[in-house]
């Protein structure tokens, strides 16, 4: 749930909240999903809600009568056929194509086994996608690019870019003496594939040039730091792994240069936008870059 203050402003304004399912461990949630498999649901959909709880949130709509309902995910677009019909307009806001992540991540990775967990998770992401966008009388893409997509790949006619923005007013740009070592720095949720093979990559870079003598610090901000991360950067003096913080923009107003060599994703990258925000250097992908107009 929201925090209370949060909780309390959202009342005030006439909003309610339907509390998240707990989340599952991962043996549960692979049981979980492999049951909903067996039951024609989606295998996606159960990490948030099972069927009968989409059920009782799309009535608990309807009953409200609303002029507009916004679905905020693809994944939680299968309240698209249990809308659809019973209110005015009904338009799904996605994040991202999510069956784009799992095939680049199959294309970067040299496991054979992720490769096709991968094929299989992106087979499956699109037919989702082909089955349900289509039901909404307008897709939100975050991009262009992703616009792009919906319309040649998936045959799309109503789709609108509403572009990922910050609120400047919480980053303002730090007044602050260059660091007395030249820092990278790189952010990001650490479970997520590409933001751990980029941490890897990055740490390998920093191994290397210590090794030539050229002294500098890498920081490596986020929650979630993984086994391989900390394997990598194992006797690295000039490594920092911190762990969640309470807010990334000191450290990344803090950097020489934001460092983002991400190799798998989509949608548009929020910590490349905050970095440029608090004009730092960003050195970054074409996928890193996707969909910011640079």
Known sequence: ??????????????????????????????????????????????????????????????AMSPDL???????????????????????????????RLPRR???????????????????????????????ADQVWAVSDDDARHYREVLGLGNVL?????????RYPVPDLPPPAVPTVVFCGWFRHWPNED??????????????????????????????????????MAQVTITGEVPDVAPYIGGATVFAAPIAAGSGTKLKVLEAMALERAVLTTEVGAEGLYL
Request: positive net charge.
């Open 1 to 62: 749930k929201p925090a209370w203050p949060l909780r309390r402003e959202l009342y005030a304004h006439g909003g309610s909240i339907y509390p998240p399912r707990r989340p599952l461990a991962p043996a549960r949630l692979a049981m979980a999903a492999g049951l909903a498999l067996a039951c024609g649901d989606n295998p996606m959909t159960v990490r948030y809600a099972w069927r009968r709880r989409l059920q009782r949130l799309a009535r608990r709509i309807v």
């Open 105 to 135: 991540v199959g294309r970067e990775s040299r496991n054979p086994v992720t490769k096709l967990r991968c094929a299989a998770e992106a087979a499956y992401l699109e037919g989702m996608e082909r089955r349900l966008l289509p039901l």
């Open 161 to 169: 870019v509403v572009p990922n923005v910050l609120d400047m007013a």
């Open 198 to 235: 980029a941490a890897v990559k990055l740490i390998a870079h920093s191994r290397r040039l210590a090794e030539r003598g050229v002294t500098h610090d890498l920081v490596l901000v986020g929650r979630d730091p993984t086994p391989a991360m900390a394997a990598a950067a194992e006797g």
């Open 69 to 99: 309902v916004v679905v905020g995910d693809t994944f939680l677009a299968d309240l698209a056929p249990l809308l659809k019909g019973k209110v005015p307009r009904l338009l799904i806001d996605t994040h991202n194509v999510e069956s």
